[in-house]
């Protein structure tokens, strides 16, 4: 289906990449390795991409500590108030501890600090996360030797700054499966049965935690990688792990055709949107980096991988379109969901930028102005217009904004972290950013995605969100993150958002006893160009006048409590897949439309989306 220039094929850096970690930073992504560049002088090789596919080499990222350890081991990065941080393992693999380097750009000029960050004889695979709350914590690997499965595990420690670790560090996943061991008898090891996870990395999803990390020996069949999952980060427990490696098998694992995937990060598309999981894997004795589509369904990572046919490539954003004024930006005919995020930096004194969303008519929704360490947001509201101004501070640091106008909340984010949320009035389809900049403000990027995700979490309404039923007697509810569409009397059509020529839309959903349930392809004046059915052993059948209907049946293991269904229209063509398994294409009008759940009974949705992808 496409273009086949619309695809990519693993790996997508094909030369000795191992441990990759994968940073995004001003619209650009920049990749971090294990080891030393080509002529031994700078730690940890770094490559540079536009769009996670296309690579370009960009020198190394450090020069060597002066005690002159022979081993660097998986660097990580995260950027702060100016400032970029590496943390990284040094030693002799037999000891290996914790570091910190520091600089001002993410290709390089990285300085350890002077800081070593743990005190274990075995550290190794840091990984910063930082919670809603602003409060950082240091993930990494460290071994277990009095553990009922010896070996290495993973802990989490408090992080008090950048430099330094509360120092009281609480296991989080420890060995405790087969499929965990690395040797039966490690002779190195005092002969015992030792076993592997470590390489954690860690996302956070509707207030549960999801920790993935590499398990096993990666030259065994069981080899991969899995994930747990905890309501907290520091627990009196272990998180709760989900693969058990009989029942359950890692979510990305070897197979015939790969050897040995493991070690990922996790990284956002170009689109903000997508998540794709980072990973090496053994190709002529080397570890070369791949990537694949990455998503959570309720409680389970579902990974779409490891690939080795060609894939879509990962979806574009829209950029915005010069004027005629200096400084001056505008993104029109916008749909009324959509994601924006710009990372800029006041230069001077009185240096200004100013983001306003304005209907199609020009009326304004929202002003968002930076300027002299404040930040000045005006908006409308139903009581007329609002006026509040926030402080900030190191505008002549680069700050990476966020905007998510999502029916009628508006949310800003700031370097990751909500930042503001407010309801405010729109009226129209198609609204207009516009972008107004002082010649000393410079901004690496500025990407906007149409379209929407919904988790169903806050107060928002639905209705208020741009929930709508189609036929008479379809109604909604919503309560513990999860939506409810029922037929009050006969089939029920619900649907949101506006209608794209090409989308990618997803839906987990789990269908209440005896209910049909399917998805309709609809056009922007709510006709059904097809009625897909998903059978699933409902007592009833859809059935709505003359429709086209089609009718899908998923594998057996992908009936669990929530499943995702994924549509993705490009050109005249839709695909239909349920978890990675191919469900269906059809041929279709090239019109632009939507999807929409259809039902005769209850059905609960926990997560939906609709995005842009043509750019």
């Keep these: 289906m496409g273009d086949p220039t619309d695809s990519f094929t693993n790996p997508v850096f094909a030369r000795s990449f191992p441990d990759p970690f994968v940073l995004k930073f001003g619209g650009v992504f920049y990749g971090y390795c294990t080891g030393f560049s080509a002529d031994g002088e700078l730690a940890f090789p770094v490559i540079r991409s536009a769009d996670l596919v296309h690579w370009e080499e960009a020198g190394a990222a450090m020069e060597p500590i002066e005690t002159a350890p022979p081993f660097y081991w998986a660097p990580e990065i995260v950027y702060a108030d100016g400032n970029f941080y590496l943390y990284y393992s040094c030693g002799n693999e037999v000891n290996m501890e914790l570091r910190v380097a520091v600089s001002k750009r993410p290709d390089g000029g990285f300085a350890d600090a002077g800081v070593r ?6 550290a190794i695979d840091a990984h910063v996360f930082i919670d809603g709350d602003g409060q950082k914590y240091l993930f990494y690997a460290t071994d277990f030797l009095s553990h009922s499965h010896i070996g290495t595990g993973t ?56 920790q993935m990390f590499s398990g096993g020996n990666w030259k065994n069949e069981s080899y991969g990688v899995g994930y747990a999952t905890s309501r907290s980060p520091l627990n009196s427990e272990e998180w709760k792990q989900s693969i058990d490696g009989t029942t359950i098998l890692p979510i990305l694992r070897t197979t015939d055709q790969v050897l040995g995937p493991g070690h990922n990060s996790i990284v956002l598309g170009p689109n903000n949107r997508e998540l794709f999981c980072v990973y090496h894997s053994w190709v002529n004795h080397e570890r070369v980096m791949s990537l694949d589509r990455l998503d959570v369904v309720d409680d389970r990572m579902i990974l779409l991988g490891p690939t080795v046919s060609g894939q879509p490539l990962p979806f574009k954003p829209r950029s915005a379109q010069k004027t005629g004024r200096p400084g001056a930006r505008v993104i029109d005919s916008v749909s009324s969901d959509f994601f924006l995020e710009t990372t800029f930096r006041l230069v001077s004194q009185g240096d200004r930028i100013l983001i ?71 009226a129209d389809d198609k609204l207009r950013v516009a972008i ?59 649907a949101k958002g506006p209608c794209f020529s090409e989308f990618e839309s997803a839906f987990n959903l789990s269908a209440l006893s005896d209910s049909s349930f399917g998805f309709a392809l609809l056009t922007s004046k709510d006709e059904i160009e097809i009625l897909m059915e998903i059978a699933n052993g409902g007592n009833e059948t859809l059935s709505i006048g003359e429709t086209r209907k089609e009718v899908l049946t998923p594998p057996e293991g992908a009936r669990s409590a929530y499943n995702q269904y994924r549509f993705v229209k490009q050109g005249s ?19 632009p439309n939507r999807i929409g759940i259809v039902t005769n009974g209850s059905v609960l949705v926990e997560m939906a989306r609709m995005i842009r992808i043509d750019g």
């Design 117 to 122: 960050l743990t005190d274990q004889q075995f």
């Design 155 to 210: 802990v989490v420690d408090r992080m008090l700054d950048w430099f330094q670790l509360e120092g009281n560090p609480q296991p989080v996943t420890r060995a405790k499966y087969d499929w965990q061991v690395y040797d039966p008898c490690r002779a190195e090891k005092g002969n015992v049965r030792w076993h592997t996870v470590e390489g954690p990395s860690v996302l956070k999803r509707k207030g549960t935690y999801f």
């Design 356 to 426: 306003a969303l304005h209907r199609a008519d020009k009326t304004p929704i929202a002003d968002l102005e930076f300027v002299d360490g404040a930040c000045y947001l005006q908006f409308s509201t139903e009581g007329g217009s609002s006026v509040l101004q926030r402080p900030t501070s190191a505008l002549d640091e680069y700050q990476c904004l966020g905007i998510e106008l999502n029916g009628r909340r508006l949310e800003l984010r700031l370097n990751g972290l909500l930042w503001f949320e407010t309801d405010v009035q729109t």
């Design 436 to 494: 107004e900049c002082s010649s000393g403000v410079e901004m690496l990027n500025l990407d906007l995605t149409e379209g929407f995700v919904d988790l169903f979490e806050g107060d928002l309404s639905l209705e208020a969100s741009g929930w709508r039923g189609l036929l008479d007697g379809t109604a909604f509810t919503r309560g513990n993150g999860e939506m409810m569409i029922r037929g009050n009397s006969g089939i029920a059509v619900a």
């Design 573 to 591: 063509e839709i695909s239909v897949d349920v978890e990675g398994f191919h469900l269906a294409r059809y041929k279709v009008s090239s019109r």
